[in-house]
């Protein structure tokens, strides 16, 4: 997906929203646990009651991964009924992987031929040779961390180098020239909403993912006055306060009614945008 | 497996060889691939061919990833093949995750109890709550990226704070307040032989995991100089020179002469310690 296809679809749903697949086993309504493959079943409820509200949807590779054998599984037929069903909504695999060049290589070669996701996650630690392997996929992306919204983030992602420059700044630096905005997203955490005027004269065009709205207590409101930019620049995610809103067999039901709520108060923020249209 | 019962298997074998599965199904002997399982099966020669030269084995996850559902089959009859048959060999799942505190349980839960692992490589970008989780179990390790071994390593890695400490510097003095050696490990590459000196002043008692040795141009030599403790300390890695010895049907025989040659030069630096028994 291109950046100018991602910026019409959030024009058309008045919705920047991402909606985070993280399903856990342990979290569904139990009256799944019955079925052949109940993340896949839970998934697809969410996805299909969802999809009007948002633009995105990020699965969230860990809790697939710790399912083993079957957790790939019920992750491949998700990103196939995405691809399948809803091929306008842009697909982020939440890996956070990255890793040496010919590593690298493998990593990307998973989720963007394997599994056909639009974008993934990336850990840049390990400097350029670990992110550029990704940006050889024409119209896929890599969605680079940045500020993360997690306590650890203080660790090292905020420390200043002799310059005066947090590592988190650093990474948006030194990437740009590696990949223009076309290409490259950041991950930005949405609990440091301060943080986001910064983050947007370092980078002034591109996406920024924003995880942490919602259960992690990130602020809707201020995310989107200092980080959005004329073509929006962001994609919100909201996981467990849409995909758990029921425990019940209502679950879908009550996701789409978090997700539109969601929407709604999006579509205030967009107003700016659709006035210079 | 406990810190002293790695150090036991390495006195025995005279070897602190780890075996890197990269295993990749564009590199493996073409008369392979009329197998069902290619992969396992190179794999399992491999293993028999290597296992007495060597305290350790290390697959590379993004090699199985990237052939999706098939490839995660290959790596579970691969760590179960180690488990059952080589159970006192160490098991690292080089898999280079970490995300927030929630998602990295997630990450342990598949790598420790789905497959089995003895430890798994984590990087340290998102900080303590990232890492934290993969502690939680008993006898199981957290390898976490200090300096690696890859050109991309002087991005962040080796940029300087205010204090002027280095960024893989400041990884290896942070995390040791969250776990000691004997639940931690730490990647240091070994293209940098001349800075194993300093590494070994911030981590005296740790054992660090070296790759680049081999096909990434590292010097076991200087490595085992200054990179050994008194409880030698050392997990080195190679793959490609060892498991890509041939491209016929004698692989896992030029596999194992690769490995002896390893070891055989690991027993002389091992020499100091034995004199200390």
Redesign the interface.
């Known amino acids: 997906m291109t950046y100018n296809e991602l910026y019409q679809e959030i024009l058309l749903k008045k919705s920047y929203l991402c909606v985070g697949l993280?399903t856990d086993i342990n979290k569904i309504p139990p009256y799944l646990l019955a079925l052949e493959d109940p993340i896949f079943e839970f998934n697809k409820q969410i996805i299909e009651s969802t999809a009007e509200y948002c633009v995105a949807y990020k699965p969230?590779i860990?809790?697939y991964?710790?399912?083993?054998?079957k957790?790939?599984?019920s992750l491949?037929k998700t990103i196939s009924f995405l691809n399948t069903h809803y091929p306008k909504h842009f697909t982020i695999a939440?890996a956070?992987?990255?890793?040496?060049?010919n590593?690298?290589y493998?990593?990307a070669?998973?989720f963007f031929?394997?599994?056909s996701f639009d974008s993934i996650t990336i850990?840049?630690?390990?400097?350029?040779?670990?992110?550029t392997p990704f940006l050889e996929y024409k119209n896929k992306w890599a969605i680079v961390?940045a500020l993360?919204?997690?306590?650890?983030?203080?660790?090292?992602?905020e420390?200043?180098?002799?310059n005066?420059q947090k590592?988190y700044e650093?990474?948006l630096k030194?990437t740009q020239n590696w990949a223009n905005h076309e290409q490259m997203m950041y991950v930005t955490g949405a609990t440091k909403a301060i943080e986001f005027k910064n983050i947007r004269k370092i980078v002034p065009k591109h996406f920024l993912l924003v995880p942490g709205v919602g259960a992690?207590g990130g602020n809707l409101e201020e995310v989107s006055k200092y980080g959005m930019n004329n073509h929006v620049g962001l994609l919100v995610n909201s996981s467990r306060a849409i995909i758990y809103a029921s425990n019940s067999s209502d679950f879908a039901l009550k996701a789409s009614i978090e997700a539109q709520k969601v929407q709604k108060e999006m579509e205030i923020y967009l107003e700016n945008i659709y006035n210079k249209l």
């Open positions: 993280d969230n860990a809790f991964e710790s399912l083993g054998i957790g790939w599984i491949q939440d956070k992987r990255g890793d040496i060049g590593t690298s493998m990593y070669k998973a031929e394997e599994f850990s840049p630690y390990m400097g350029k040779d670990s992110i961390l993360t919204s997690n306590e650890g983030s203080k660790d090292f992602e420390i200043s180098d002799t005066g590592l650093n990474v030194t992690q």
